[in-house]
């Protein structure tokens, strides 16, 4: 197994993750540990939110560029690693904080 | 004229001649054809006379027969004409027979009679001449028609007339014949005129349809980054082209290449989220240890301020991998570039449980799992991490063996390691300690180990260079053996630690308890040698400020500290700590502050300018008494320490305010540069230091003087 898909085993097991998504750069999932629809709208949307914000680092500075997007919710946070190139993948975390 | 017998009438003049033949068939089959032929052209309704005779159906298929004959009905039968030879009228028997029912005058002329000759020369002339003779021909055929159901005699006469008419046309033109000059006509009569009507195609209207091709809207915005996108995309294909051109030999070579990382790209799809699912699994922790983050960052323990001296040590994240639970920690490092990261050396104490090894890198913001990870086969017992070089890690192993680990290269095993053939130690390494890099700018790093060696250990190229530094050996330099041979009794090297400012400086100290001052340049002698301990000296450091101060634990439960320029071989300072110390430390931030682990799980944190007979934080930090502590490490930057156990846990904890005590900061020296701040800094713990030396003599003094 490779050392990717070890950390993200380790993620995937983490006290209060509840998904872990790899998709591609049109919001297309490529693995998942979550049904089926949900990881389908999750990340479709956040896909579209990654361009936007994307989109508006750029916009402020060409030279700059979005790296990670973290997104605080009522419910939970969701973590989305956003490669930059048209081949990068996606990577999107849905945790629950503290379930203790 | 009319050849048909039947009571019909006048129908139109066309269909009647049809009708006239096709008398004997059925009228409807007639009426059919007519139906097919003309069915355009004619009403179908039949047009008829009022007074037409009714005939019954059985009248109307009457057949009647009639022979057409060629003569002449209308024809005189007796005429007669006056006989000037037999003086009397006789009947001509011969009868002209002949009916004209209709005549006309054509206009052509062959163009060699002479008519037509005058014609051409006529001219213009000509023109109206015929013009007028067609109109004369038009009245004739009128006439013609009209005279046509009429007697025979009155057709002859017409015929007649006709002749006068064509006798009368030809003279007129005659006279301007001779006027007009001749002039050949260009092919009169010598063509034809030829045409044929073809069929008329029915028109037809074919179409079909092709399948639409695909269509798509596609609208964009372009965006101002895009656009600084494609100019660089643009101005990089361009580098490469240049590159290219200077090198045109390698193109195979790039091609092989280019093949190569298509491969790589297809066989891992998502290794392209190896650094963000690095990154999210930091995120992760961050977010489940968020409090103990917080803690490590912002808790300041309120109650010290009513504990008068005392401190305590917060308990923060605890270090732990399941395949070193069974590891002592041997030795813990932070790295001196990074902050938050240290490395964890396991091995084992215990002589007769020796296994494998680990070195483990972890850093603080990713409590569970190590970041780095090494297995060895022997057990780890030191490590250090290369001053400048971070990614650089020394160990020394169980087996004797040193071994340089780079975590750049991602490889399971050390780059460097030495051998029985590259002298290797004897006995375990007890210590190892980079240095500064030798003329030849080579990497290089002394070990230290129970074999008596002290090694100096030089990384050149892809080996490793040993050389002997000092062999350890104890004073009374032989020793009786019970047979009264003699045997050469060496010692045993435990620890080492390097003078902060002098370079060639170091002290060792042994298993016997000694602690020898060294120098790199004399490789026989010691400087200086102290009998610290009864036990072995497990650790040896120097003061970070002061340059004469150093201090020793042992496991003969005491914490010493020495002054070089003590005069005495005493210490300045003993504390018993009621267990075997493993591990003591200076605090990099105090010239006066340290901090010992013992055996009983219990950390030592004394601050001689507050106590200097008391430790000001005695603390257990192990879940279970069993548990030993073995290591101790500061933090550089933050106020915490990590402590390391036997059972392959570390520990990190947050010291509380009271035992990090810094001086106050004089009004105005905010602005004063880094550089000054750090030597008033030093000057101020020196003077710490010697003001608390002053103090401990002077009562020595005093008894002297008593004496």
Same mark, same amino acid.
């Given at each position: 197994m490779s050392e990717v898909e070890e950390t993200l085993k380790r993620i995937q097991n983490h006290?209060?993750?509840v998904g872990v998504i790899v998709s591609n750069s049109e919001g297309?999932?490529?693995?998942?540990?979550?049904d089926n629809s949900t990881t389908v709208q999750c990340s479709s949307q956040f896909s579209k939110l990654c361009k936007l914000a994307r989109n508006c680092i750029r916009e402020l500075d060409p030279e700059n560029d979005l790296t990670f997007l973290r997104v605080r919710t009522k419910k939970n946070e969701v973590m989305c690693a956003a490669g930059?190139?048209?081949d990068d993948h996606m990577l999107l975390v849905i945790q629950s904080p503290s379930e203790n | 004229m009319p050849t048909k017998g039947t009571a019909r009438g006048k129908a139109p003049p066309g269909a009647d001649k049809r009708k006239a033949k096709t008398i004997k068939d059925d009228d409807t089959i007639t009426e059919l054809r007519e139906d097919l032929d003309d069915d355009w052209t004619q009403p179908k309704q039949l047009v008829k006379p009022d007074d037409q005779l009714q005939l019954s159906e059985a009248e109307l298929k009457e057949e009647f027969t009639r022979i057409l004959t060629?003569? %002449?009905?209308?024809?005189? +039968?007796?005429i007669v004409r006056y006989s000037f030879k037999d003086l009397q009228y006789k009947q001509t028997?011969?009868?002209?027979?002949l009916a004209i029912h209709f005549a006309l005058d054509g %206009?052509?002329?062959?163009? =060699?009679?002479d008519e037509a000759r005058r014609q051409l020369a006529r001219g213009e002339q000509g023109v109206e001449v015929v013009s007028e003779h067609q109109s004369e021909a038009g009245d004739v055929e009128k006439a013609d028609t009209g005279t046509d159901t009429e007697g025979g005699e009155k057709a002859e006469g017409e015929s007649g007339k006709e002749g006068d008419g064509a006798e009368d046309g030809a003279p007129t033109p005659a006279p301007a014949a001779g006027s007009s000059s001749e002039k050949k006509l260009t092919n009169q009569f010598n063509f034809s005129e030829r045409a044929s009507q073809t069929y008329n195609n029915p028109l037809r209207e074919r179409g079909t349809t092709t399948e639409p091709p695909p269509r798509a809207t596609y609208s964009s915005n372009v965006t101002q980054w895009e656009i600084y996108d494609a100019y660089q995309e643009d101005f990089e294909k361009q580098e490469k082209s240049k590159e290219k051109k200077v090198v045109p030999g390698r193109k195979d070579e790039e091609t092989k290449r280019k093949k190569l990382t298509i491969v790589d790209s297809q066989s891992d =799809?998502?290794?392209?989220?190896a650094r963000g699912a690095k990154i999210i699994e930091r995120m992760v922790n961050q977010n489940t240890y968020d409090d103990v983050a917080q803690d490590f960052k912002y808790y300041e323990d309120q109650s010290d301020e009513y504990r008068d001296q005392e401190g305590t040590l917060l308990p923060l994240w605890k270090f732990s991998y399941e395949k070193a639970?069974?590891?002592?920690?041997t030795s813990l490092c932070w790295s001196p570039c990074y902050t938050d990261v240290f490395a964890v050396g396991h091995g084992s104490y215990d002589f007769m449980k020796q296994s494998n090894g680990m070195i483990l890198f972890y850093t603080l913001k990713n409590?569970?799992?190590?970041?780095y990870m090494y297995q060895t086969d022997s057990g780890v017992m030191c490590l250090d991490i290369h001053? /400048?070089?971070?990614?650089l890690v020394a160990a020394g192993f169980y087996d004797g063996c040193v071994g340089v680990f780079n975590?750049?290269? &991602?490889?399971?095993?050390?780059i460097y390691l030495s051998t029985a053939k590259t002298?290797?130690?004897? =006995?375990?390494?007890w210590q190892v300690r980079w240095q500064k890099e030798d003329l030849d700018n080579n990497l290089n790093f002394f070990s230290v180990s129970s074999d008596g060696r002290i090694t100096a250990w030089t990384l050149i190229k892809n080996e490793l260079h040993y050389m002997d530094v000092i062999q350890l050996n104890t004073n009374d330099l032989l020793a009786d053996a019970v047979d009264g041979s003699q045997l050469a009794t060496t010692g045993a090297g435990m620890s080492f630690d390097f003078h902060k400012q002098n370079d060639y400086l170091f002290l060792v100290g042994t298993e016997e308890g000694k602690v020898h001052v060294c120098s790199?340049?004399?490789?026989?002698?010691?400087?200086d040698t102290y009998n610290?301990?009864?036990?072995?000296?497990?650790r040896v450091a120097w003061n970070h400020y002061h340059p004469r101060i150093f201090i020793t634990c042992s496991a003969d439960w005491s914490v010493k500290i020495w002054d070089?320029? %003590?005069?005495?071989?005493?210490?300045?300072f003993t504390f018993d700590l009621n267990s075997a110390v493993g591990d003591v430390a200076w605090a990099p931030?105090?010239?006066t502050v340290f901090a010992a682990v013992t055996t009983d799980g219990k950390v030592h944190v004394y601050d001689l300018n507050v &106590?200097?007979?008391?430790?000001?934080c005695e603390q257990l930090? /192990?879940?279970?008494?069993?548990t030993k502590l073995t290591h101790i490490s500061f933090n550089t930057e933050y106020p915490v320490i990590i402590v390391g156990d036997d059972r392959g846990y570390v520990t990190c904890l947050k010291l509380s305010p009271n035992l990090r005590k810094m001086p106050k900061e004089k009004k105005? /020296?905010? +602005?004063?540069k880094p550089e000054e701040k750090a030597a008033q800094k030093l000057e101020f713990e020196v003077n710490k230091m010697e003001k608390l030396l002053a103090m401990v003599r002077q009562p020595d003094n005093k008894e002297k003087e008593k004496h």
């Open positions: 006290q209060g993750v297309i999932a490529n693995r998942t540990n979550i930059s190139g048209p | 060629a003569n %002449n009905p209308h024809a005189p +039968q007796n028997s011969s009868v002209d027979q %206009n052509l002329i062959h163009k =060699d009679s =799809d998502i290794s392209s989220v639970k069974k590891l002592a920690v409590p569970s799992y190590p970041e001053p /400048t070089q971070p990614y975590i750049h290269e &991602n490889k399971g095993g050390p002298g290797k130690h004897t =006995d375990p390494v790199k340049m004399y490789s026989s002698t010691f400087l610290a301990h009864h036990m072995a000296v497990y070089r320029t %003590n005069s005495k071989p005493e210490p300045v931030y105090s010239s &106590n200097k007979y008391e430790a000001i930090v /192990t879940p279970k008494k069993k105005g /020296t905010e +602005q004063v």
